[in-house]
């Protein structure tokens, strides 16, 4: 059974940073593109970035490039968000969601998410 | 980037109904559109990708098509279970963007 699991998501002040995890377990977990989809309250869904099987590609939003980066362990099925100069708009639940193939970004399974909240 | 959008973006239909939610993209995408559904308070589901391949499991009364900048989700017999907004995605190239989203409940 495909399981994602966020941690790392609260509260944090304007400008600060924060790291998301998520623990993957059911799937060959480098095998698979893999994202993170953010959902600010009340709003709708908005891809943030993703990461090759491999890791060696990556993409990002206009409105977190250059803040955010992407990475992945493949040697412990783990997908990670580095969060930097966050902002309040940054406020939002935080997903992790697997693609089908090692390079292909729709998403077959998703996690529960993870809260972030920017705020003073 | 390429522009999504989604009409309408709210109905409100009967049970039995069949309902259409369209998807345009400001740019040709192929058929590299997928459909989701999110229902109140939970994760998003797959339902439909390459513009109309059903995902396993997603029930048969859910159809999609469509290529190039016109897509359309079809709901052939509206079901109580079945209310939620629902979203496009294009995945032909980042950004993988989302549509708006449209809500769809029962009158």
């Known amino acids: 059974e495909v399981q994602l699991l966020e941690s790392g998501g609260g509260l944090v002040q304007p400008g600060g940073s924060l790291r998301l995890s998520c623990a993957a377990s059911?799937?060959?977990?480098?095998?698979?593109?893999m994202s993170w989809v953010r959902q600010a309250p009340g709003k709708g869904l908005e891809w943030v970035s993703g990461?090759?099987?491999?890791?060696?590609?990556?993409d990002y939003a206009d409105s977190v490039k250059g803040r955010f980066t992407i990475s992945r362990d493949n040697s412990k099925n783990t997908l990670y968000l580095q969060m930097n100069t966050l902002r309040a708009e940054d406020t939002a639940v935080y997903y992790c969601?697997?693609?089908?193939?090692?390079?292909?970004?729709?998403?077959?399974?998703w996690g529960q998410g993870t809260l972030v909240t920017v705020s003073s | 980037d390429i522009q999504m959008t989604q009409s309408p973006s709210s109905l409100s239909a009967s049970v039995g109904d069949r309902v259409t939610i369209t998807c345009r993209t400001s740019q040709g995408i192929s058929n590299y559109l997928a459909w989701y559904q999110q229902k109140p308070g939970k994760v998003p589901k797959l339902l439909i990708y390459a513009a109309s391949t059903l995902q396993s499991g997603v029930p048969s009364r859910f159809s999609g098509s469509g290529s190039g900048t016109d897509f359309t989700l079809t709901i052939s017999n509206l079901q109580p279970e079945d209310v939620a907004t629902y979203y496009c995605?294009?995945?032909?190239?980042?950004?993988?963007?989302f549509g708006p989203g449209t809500k769809v409940d029962i009158k």
């Open positions: 995605q294009k995945y032909n190239s980042a950004p993988f963007t």
């Open positions: 059911g799937f060959i977990f480098s095998s698979y593109a």
């Open positions: 969601a697997k693609g089908v193939v090692t390079a292909v970004y729709y998403f077959d399974y």
């Open positions: 990461v090759s099987g491999s890791g060696s590609s990556t």
